[in-house]
C-alpha cells in the first residue's frame, strides 16, 4: 500500500497548480452533497419530500442535464450503502412476534400479487406495440414496488411498525428475494436448458436460507452475550454492530446476493434485543446520509438519448400501471380481510416502479435480451411513478379519509388493527442514581405505569424484574425519548446533570407536566428553572446540607449522630436495588 | 482489485476482535484500531481508501472543533497554560536533538519534536455533553491538552503551507483568515437562518450541516491549503449549542465515529513491515512519550507548587503520542515533507503509547508509589510548612479532608460550634480563601506522612473525607482502627465495601440528597402543588430569584 501512496504522494505534491476535480479529495462527492444539501433544503421549504429533491439534484449533475459530475468508486459504494443501511435500520425496528401474525397472509399476497401485475405489464407492453421479448422482461422489471422510496418514507413518517407499514416491508423484502433470483438468471447470460435455470434458483434459495439460519443462531446464542458485554461503551457498542452489518453485506456481496437482504437480515437479529432503539438512533443519521447519495445517483445513472425514445408510451403506462397495482394491491389485502384503513394506506404506498425494475433492465440490456431504448423506457416510468407515488404516502391518511365513505363499502375487513398501547400520563425517569431510586419507590402508589431510561444492561433488566418499564439507552437520542413516550408522560424526573439533556427534557414534556431535573451548578439550576423545569435538585448542595445535619448532631452528641445515621447504614449494607429502609429524617 | 464494498466490510470485521479486546483491557479504541488496521495492510492494496481516510481526518478535526467551547479561550496566561507551552517547547527540544543525535537531517528531526509533543486526545470527550471536571489533575490535563490541541491546529496550517517559507506561510495563513471569516459569519447569522428556512427538519439540517463541511473542504483544497484548515473553519461555523440543534450535533457523532474508525484503519494499513530505523524511531518515540514527556510536566507542576501527587497524575495523563499526531504525519506525507520511516515511526508509536497510557492512567496512583520511593517526583515537604497554618494545641479534633463545597460547610460547622478542626487540600488556588475562612490548614496530600503528621492525624478524633475519590477513601480507611473515619463515595456498593472495612459512616451523595429531596416531595405531586414554598428554598440556596 505505501508504493501506492508514494504514487499519489507524487501526484498531489504540486504546491503552485490549482488542483483540478481529478485530483482533489472525493471531489463529485463533495459537490454531490453540497448540491443535495441545497435541493433538500428548498425541498423542506416547500414541504416537499427529500426524495424528490434528491433525485432531482442527481438528474441535473448528471449526464442527462449539465453533465457535471461523474461518480467515482465512493459514491457508487456509499449509494449501495444506503440501501443497505436503510433495510439494517427497517431490520432493528421488526420484532418477530409482531410479524409472525402477518407471515401467512403475506405470503399468499406477495406470490399472487407478482403475477398479477407482471402480467398487466406484460398485456400493456403488448397493447403499446413492444415485441413478446421485450414485454416479458417489461413485465419482470415493472412488477416490483421501490423498496428504497416507500421504506424511507415509511421511516420518516413513523410507520415502518404500523400494520400497513409491516404488510407493505413484508412484500418488499419477497420481492427482493424475487429480483435475486431473476438477477441471478439474467446475469448468467441466455439459459441452455431448464436444469439451469433451476440450479441457479436452488443456489440462490440455499444461500439465503443459510444467511438466515446464520442470523437467527446469532440471534439466540452469540449475540446477546456479546452485546451484553459491549453495552456499557457507546463507541465500541456502535463500531461492533456495524461490523456485524458489513459481516452480512460481506457475505451476500460475495456469493451475489442482495446485500440490502443480508442487511435486513443482520437487523433482525439484533431486533428481538434491548439495545434496538439505541441502536437505531445512532444508525439513522448514517442511513440518512448514504440514502441521499443513493438517490441522487438514481438520477445521475440517467442518459436523455435513451430516455427520449419511448416517452408517451411510458406516459400511457405509468398511469396504467399506477391504476393496476393499486386496484391489485386492493384485492389481495383485503381478501386477506385486512381493515380498509390498513387495505388503502398499504396498497397506494406501493403503486410506484421500483428502481429493481431498473437494474432489472441494465442486466437485461447486459445480457442481449433487450436494447437500452427499453430501459429509458423503463427509467421514464420509474421516474414518475416514484415521485408521484412519494406525494401519494406523504399524504395517504388525509387521501384516506377522503375516500373513506366509499372505500369502507367496497373492502371491510375482519382483521381488527391491535390497539395502540402507548403509554400515557405515566412517568418518566432518565438515568438511574440513588436519586432517582427513591423517586420510582415515591411515585410507585401514584403512578401505574413507571418508565425509566438508563444505560446499564443489568439495572434495567433488574428495573423490569421489580415491575417497572425499562428503556435501554441514552437519552439524548429522540428515539428513546420517544420509546419512553417522554411527550406524553405527566412526570418527568431526570437524574442526569447534563445540561442539555435537561434542556430537551422540559421542551419536550408536555405542558402541565411536572418536571424535575438535577444540576451540578447554581448557575446550571437558574438556566433550568428560567427554562421552566418545575424543581432543580442540586444534589451536591443537598447532600452538604444533610451531611451538615448529620454533623451537627454528631458535634453535639454523638450517640445522636449513631441513632441517625442507623437507618442510612442498613440502607447502605443493603444490596437490594429497591431498599425498603427509609432514613430516620423523613420519618 | 477488491471494490470499494469489500475493502470497507472486511476493515469493520477486521476491527472487532480488536474492539472486544480493547473492552476487555479498557483501552481506548484509536490503538485497537490502528492495530486492526496493521492486520488488515496485510490484504488491502488499494490507495482509494485515502480519500475516504482523509475524509476522517477532516471529521476528527472538526469535531474537535465543534466542541471547544469558548470559555476554553482567555487572555490570562495561568498554570496550565504555562505547563503546556513548557512542555511542547522542552519535549520539542529533545525530540529535535534526539533526531539530530541519530542522524536524520534538522528538517526531519523537528518533526520527531513536534510529534511527541503532541498527546491530545481528541477521541476523548464526546460531541455533546459539557465534561465536569473533579479532580484537580483530570482538570488540569484537560486544560494542557486543550492548549495544545489549539497550537496543533496552527501548526497544522503551517505544515499545510508545505514549506517554512515566510512568505508562504503568511499566504497559507491568509487563506485560513478568509474561511474562518467565513465560518463567522455562518456561525452567527447563516446557521439560524437555514434552521429556519429548513423548518428545523432535522434530516435537513444534518444534510447541511455535512454539506457545509464539504463545502469548507472543498474551498481549502481550491486556494491549494491543507483540508485540516478547512475542517477546522467548518467547526468554527457549527460550534454552536442552542439546544434546538441537539439532533444535529448527536447525529454526527455516528458519522464521525464511522469515518474516524475508517481513518484509524487506513492508518494502521499504511504501516509496510517496519525496518530497523523504524524500529529504532519507534522506541525513541516511546520513550520521549511515556517517560520524557511526564517527567518533563512533573518538573514544571512541581516548579508551581503542585503536590507531587497532583504533577504526577497530570503528568501520566499526557503519556501518548496523540491521534493529532497522526494527522500531522499524514498531512506531512502528503505534502512530501517527511521520510514514510518517520511516519511509520510515529503510526506505530501512536498505537503503542495509546495502549500504554490506558494501563498508565489504571494504575495510575501505584506508578505514583513508586516513583515517589525512588525519589523521582521530587521532595514532599517544601511546600507543607511554608503554606499551612496549624495552631499548637491540635488535639481531639476534626480533620477534614478537601476544600469543596462539603468541606465548606462543616468548616462553617465547626466554627459555629467553636469546634477545633484542620483542613487538608492539595490544590494551590485555594490556599488564599483557606487563609481567609479556615482556622487552620495543611497545604498537602493526605497520602504523605508528613502532612498527615502536620494535620496531627494519631490525636484527632474524627477524619471526615469529603472528597470522591477513591484512592484517598481506601488509604483513610485504613486509620479506621486508630479513630473514626467518614468518607465519601459514589454508590451503595463502595459504601459497603468501605462500612465493611471499618469506616464509621460513608456518605453517598445521592443517597444525602434523596434523604433530603424526599421530604421535600410531596409538595409536587400532591394535586395542590406548592411549588412556591420549594422556590423560596431553591432561590434562599441559590442566592437568587428563581
Same mark, same amino acid.
Given at each position: 500500500?505505501? %508504493? ?273 432503539? %439505541? ?108 415521485? &408521484?407515488?412519494?406525494?401519494? &404516502? ?85 428515539? &428513546? ?107 | ?546
Amino acid at each position: 500500500m505505501m %508504493e501506492a501512496l508514494i504514487g499519489l504522494i507524487e501526484t498531489y505534491h504540486i504546491p503552485v497548480e490549482l488542483p483540478s476535480m481529478e485530483l482533489m479529495m472525493a471531489g463529485d462527492f463533495i459537490i454531490i452533497i453540497i448540491y443535495a444539501a441545497l435541493m433538500g433544503l428548498l425541498a423542506a421549504r416547500l414541504k416537499q419530500p427529500t426524495i424528490i429533491a434528491y433525485i432531482i439534484t442527481g438528474l441535473i449533475l448528471g449526464p442527462a442535464v449539465i453533465g457535471f459530475v461523474e461518480p467515482g468508486e465512493l459514491t457508487h459504494t456509499m449509494a449501495e450503502l444506503g440501501l443497505a443501511f436503510l433495510l439494517f435500520l427497517i431490520g432493528i425496528e421488526m420484532r418477530v412476534d409482531e410479524v409472525k401474525h402477518i407471515l401467512k397472509p403475506l405470503l399468499k399476497i406477495s406470490v399472487l400479487l407478482m403475477i398479477l401485475i407482471s402480467s398487466i405489464g406484460f398485456l400493456t407492453s403488448i397493447g403499446l406495440g413492444f415485441s413478446t421479448s421485450e414485454a416479458i422482461i417489461i413485465g419482470l422489471a415493472v412488477m416490483y414496488s421501490s423498496t428504497a422510496v416507500t421504506i424511507k418514507m415509511l421511516n420518516d413518517k413513523g410507520t415502518a411498525t404500523s400494520l400497513h407499514g409491516k404488510i407493505d416491508i413484508g412484500i418488499l423484502l419477497f420481492e427482493d428475494i424475487v429480483v435475486v433470483i431473476i438477477l441471478t438468471v439474467l446475469a448468467a447470460g441466455q439459459p441452455e436448458s431448464v436444469m439451469d435455470v433451476a440450479s441457479t434458483l436452488g443456489m440462490v434459495f440455499g444461500l439465503v436460507s443459510m444467511i438466515a439460519i446464520f442470523a437467527a443462531i446469532g440471534s439466540l446464542y452469540f449475540l446477546p452475550p456479546l452485546f451484553r458485554f459491549i453495552a456499557n461503551n457507546q463507541k465500541i457498542f456502535f463500531l461492533v454492530s456495524i461490523a456485524w452489518f458489513f459481516l452480512f453485506v460481506l457475505v451476500s456481496h460475495e456469493l451475489g446476493m442482495s446485500i440490502e437482504m443480508g442487511a435486513f437480515l443482520a437487523g433482525l437479529a439484533i431486533a428481538q434485543m434491548p439495545y434496538s432503539e %439505541e441502536l437505531e438512533a445512532r444508525v439513522s443519521p448514517l442511513t440518512d446520509l448514504f440514502i441521499l447519495v443513493f438517490f441522487v445517483s438514481v438520477g445521475l445513472e440517467l442518459d436523455t438519448r435513451a430516455l427520449l425514445t419511448y416517452w408517451r408510451e411510458a406516459l400511457i403506462a405509468s398511469v396504467v400501471l399506477m391504476v393496476a397495482k393499486f386496484l391489485i394491491y386492493v384485492i389481495l389485502i383485503s381478501w386477506q380481510k385486512f381493515d380498509p384503513e390498513t387495505v388503502f394506506r398499504g396498497s397506494i404506498n406501493m403503486v410506484q416502479v421500483s428502481e429493481f425494475g431498473l437494474i432489472v433492465g441494465s442486466v437485461a440490456v447486459a445480457g442481449g435480451f433487450v436494447d437500452s431504448a427499453i430501459l429509458g423506457f423503463l427509467t421514464i416510468i420509474a421516474l414518475i411513478t416514484m415521485s &408521484i407515488s412519494v406525494y401519494f &404516502i406523504q399524504y395517504n391518511r388525509d387521501l384516506y379519509e377522503f375516500v373513506k365513505p366509499w372505500f369502507d363499502r367496497l373492502t371491510g375487513g375482519a382483521i381488527e388493527k391491535p390497539p395502540t398501547e402507548d403509554l400515557c400520563n405515566h412517568a418518566v425517569i432518565v438515568g438511574f442514581d440513588e436519586i432517582a431510586r427513591r423517586v420510582v419507590l415515591l411515585l410507585e402508589d401514584k403512578y401505574d405505569d413507571i418508565v425509566v431510561i438508563d444505560r446499564n444492561i443489568e439495572e434495567d433488566e433488574a428495573i423490569e424484574r421489580s415491575g417497572f418499564e425499562a428503556v435501554f439507552g441514552d437519552a439524548k437520542y429522540h428515539k &428513546i425519548r420517544k420509546a419512553a413516550g417522554l411527550e406524553r408522560a405527566d412526570f418527568v424526573f431526570s437524574s442526569s446533570d447534563q445540561r442539555e439533556i435537561n434542556e430537551m427534557l422540559v421542551e419536550e414534556a408536555r405542558d402541565g407536566a411536572t418536571v424535575l431535573a438535577e444540576a451540578r451548578t447554581e448557575k446550571d439550576a437558574v438556566h433550568l428553572y428560567k427554562r421552566g423545569v418545575d424543581y432543580v435538585v442540586l444534589a451536591p448542595q443537598l447532600a452538604a446540607d444533610q451531611l451538615k445535619r448529620y454533623l451537627t448532631a454528631y458535634i453535639k452528641e454523638p450517640v445522636n449522630f449513631e441513632k441517625i445515621v442507623e437507618a442510612d447504614l442498613e440502607l447502605l449494607r443493603s444490596d437490594a436495588l429497591f431498599p425498603t429502609v427509609r432514613p430516620h429524617w423523613s420519618s | 482489485m477488491a471494490d470499494l464494498l469489500s475493502i470497507i466490510s472486511l476493515m469493520f470485521l477486521i476491527a472487532a476482535p480488536f474492539l472486544l479486546l480493547a473492552k476487555i483491557f479498557s483501552v481506548s479504541t484509536a490503538p485497537a484500531l490502528i492495530v486492526a488496521g496493521l492486520v488488515v495492510g496485510y490484504f488491502v492494496e488499494e490507495a482509494i481508501m485515502l480519500d475516504i481516510a482523509r475524509l476522517g481526518i477532516a471529521l476528527l478535526v472538526f469535531t474537535s472543533t465543534v466542541r471547544l467551547q469558548t470559555k476554553d479561550f482567555h487572555t490570562e496566561v495561568t498554570d496550565p497554560e504555562l505547563a503546556a507551552v513548557g512542555q511542547l517547547l522542552a519535549v520539542v527540544f529533545i525530540g529535535f536533538s534526539a533526531g539530530l543525535i541519530i542522524g536524520y537531517p534538522p528538517g526531519q528531526a523537528i518533526f520527531i519534536g513536534l510529534t511527541a509533543s503532541m498527546s491530545s486526545s481528541l477521541m476523548g470527550s464526546t460531541l455533546f455533553y459539557t465534561r465536569y471536571m473533579d479532580y484537580v489533575h483530570d482538570w488540569l490535563s484537560e486544560t494542557i491538552h486543550s492548549i495544545q490541541d489549539f497550537i496543533a491546529l496552527f501548526l497544522l496550517m503551517v505544515v499545510a503551507a508545505g514549506t517554512f517559507q515566510i512568505s508562504t506561510v503568511a499566504e497559507h495563513l491568509g487563506y485560513g483568515v478568509i474561511l474562518l471569516v467565513f465560518a463567522t459569519i455562518i456561525n452567527r447569522y447563516l446557521y439560524d437562518l437555514i434552521g429556519k428556512f429548513a423548518r428545523h427538519s432535522s434530516e435537513i439540517m444534518l444534510i447541511m450541516t455535512v454539506a457545509i463541511l464539504l463545502f469548507f473542504l472543498g474551498s481549502a483544497q481550491l486556494m491549494g491549503t491543507s483540508i485540516v484548515v478547512g475542517a477546522f473553519a467548518a467547526g468554527v461555523a457549527i460550534n454552536y449549542r442552542p439546544v434546538k440543534y441537539s439532533e444535529v450535533i448527536n447525529s454526527l457523532e455516528s458519522i464521525n465515529d464511522f469515518f474516524v474508525a475508517i481513518f484509524f484503519i487506513t492508518i494502521g494499513a499504511l504501516v509496510t513491515m517496519p525496518s530497523r530505523e523504524v524500529v529504532s524511531l519507534t522506541i525513541l518515540l516511546v520513550v520521549i512519550a511515556v517517560v520524557v514527556k511526564p517527567m518533563v510536566m512533573i518538573w514544571i507542576l512541581n516548579s508551581k507548587d503542585y503536590e507531587r501527587r497532583t504533577a504526577t497524575l497530570t503528568g501520566l495523563n499526557l503519556d501518548q503520542v496523540g491521534e493529532f499526531a497522526l494527522i500531522f504525519v499524514i498531512e506531512a506525507l502528503i505534502l512530501g515533507l517527511i521520510i514514510p520511516e518517520i511516519f511509520e515511526a510515529v503510526i506505530l508509536a501512536a498505537a503503542i503509547t495509546l495502549i500504554t497510557t490506558s494501563f498508565t492512567r489504571y494504575y495510575n496512583e501505584q506508578i505514583f508509589r513508586i516513583l515517589a520511593f525512588l525519589g523521582l517526583v521530587g521532595d514532599h515537604g517544601k511546600k507543607l510548612k511554608k503554606y499551612s497554618f496549624v495552631p499548637a494545641e491540635l488535639k481531639n479534633h476534626i480533620v477534614i479532608v478537601g476544600y469543596g463545597d462539603f468541606a465548606r460547610r462543616l468548616v462553617e460547622l465547626c466554627n459555629e460550634y467553636d469546634v477545633k478542626y484542620v483542613v487538608i487540600e492539595s490544590s494551590p488556588w485555594k490556599i488564599d480563601e483557606l487563609k481567609e475562612k479556615s482556622k487552620a490548614f495543611v497545604f498537602g496530600d493526605v497520602f504523605e506522612p508528613d502532612t498527615r503528621e502536620l494535620a496531627n492525624f494519631s490525636e484527632a478524633d474524627l477524619v471526615v473525607s469529603t472528597v470522591d475519590f477513591w484512592a484517598i477513601s481506601d488509604e483513610l480507611v485504613r486509620y479506621s482502627d486508630q479513630l473514626k473515619v467518614i468518607l465519601r463515595t459514589k454508590d451503595r456498593r463502595r459504601a459497603h465495601e468501605l462500612l465493611d472495612r471499618g469506616a464509621y459512616y460513608v456518605a453517598v451523595s445521592d443517597l444525602l440528597a434523596a434523604d433530603h429531596l424526599e421530604e421535600l416531595f410531596h409538595s409536587l405531586v400532591d394535586d395542590e402543588k406548592d411549588l412556591e414554598a420549594l422556590w423560596e428554598r431553591s432561590a434562599e440556596m441559590l442566592g437568587k430569584e428563581v
